[in-house]
């Protein structure tokens, strides 16, 4: 199976509301991105943490490396938060991110 | 921040032609990585490179695959002969250290085979 698990595939929230993505892992990650693919496609790097919780804006994230998890919590949601959120982990015993199948952001009006 | 770039943006080319993917990665960084994309799918490791030497790679990095960065240019992959399903968008990366880096990411080459 998948050692990233990413939920949900699709959300869609009104402006000013929020909610938040998970990714869950099968086995232990030495650290987590989250990124949000824009428009042209392009990979807006978000947040990289090796644990604890970070904060930018409307936008935080934890890391649970024990617990095999991390969590994008959104707040008061703005139309330009539409797109598409990954979450990446990276391999305990690799050099490499592995990612999640993603979540697909729709901000409606 | 950091920026990646990718050269080109978009490539279209003839089955069993060579083509060559262009990365310039943040100027101080010393791990690069290419990830293939196919529309639709998951993002996936293709393989990442140090010090002029290929640290790990996926099973989808067929033989003919290769990477390399001669004289600290670009980071470069090529495929020869190319295939229809390496259709996808290859997103190159690079990162300051192996372990306990964010990477950072380019925008990505869409390359198309016909």
């Known amino acids: 199976g998948d050692q990233v698990e990413q939920s949900p595939s699709a959300l869609s929230l009104h402006e000013g509301t929020g909610s938040a993505l998970r990714c869950n892992f099968t086995?232990?990650?030495?650290?987590v991105q989250w990124f949000r693919k824009n428009s042209r496609g392009s990979l807006i790097n978000l947040f990289y943490l090796a644990s604890g919780t970070k904060e930018n804006g409307r936008l935080k994230s934890a890391f649970d490396s024990k617990e095999r998890y991390s969590t994008l919590h959104i707040r008061d949601a703005q139309l330009e938060d539409s797109g598409t959120y990954f979450c990446?982990?990276?391999?305990?015993?690799?050099?490499?991110?592995?990612f999640g199948k993603g979540t697909h952001l729709h901000v409606l009006p | 921040g950091p920026k990646v770039l990718q050269i080109p943006s978009h490539q279209i080319i003839d089955m069993g032609q060579m083509v060559t993917l262009n990365c310039d990665p943040v100027s101080n960084h010393l791990y690069f990585y290419w990830y293939k994309q196919i529309l639709g799918q998951q993002m996936e490791f293709l393989v990442n490179?140090?010090?002029?030497?290929?640290?790990?790679k996926s099973k989808l990095f067929k033989d003919q695959f290769s990477v390399e960065r001669p004289d600290g240019s670009y980071f470069t992959l090529k495929i020869q002969p190319t295939a229809l399903e390496d259709s996808a968008v290859y997103f190159c990366?690079?990162?300051?250290?192996?372990?306990?880096?964010?990477?950072?990411f380019g925008p990505g080459t869409r390359l198309t085979v016909l």
């Open positions: 490179f140090y010090n002029g030497k290929v640290m790990e």
């Open positions: 990366a690079s990162s300051l250290r192996g372990y306990y880096a964010e990477q950072f």
């Open positions: 990446a982990a990276e391999d305990t015993n690799a050099y490499k991110v592995i």
């Open positions: 086995t232990t990650m030495r650290a």
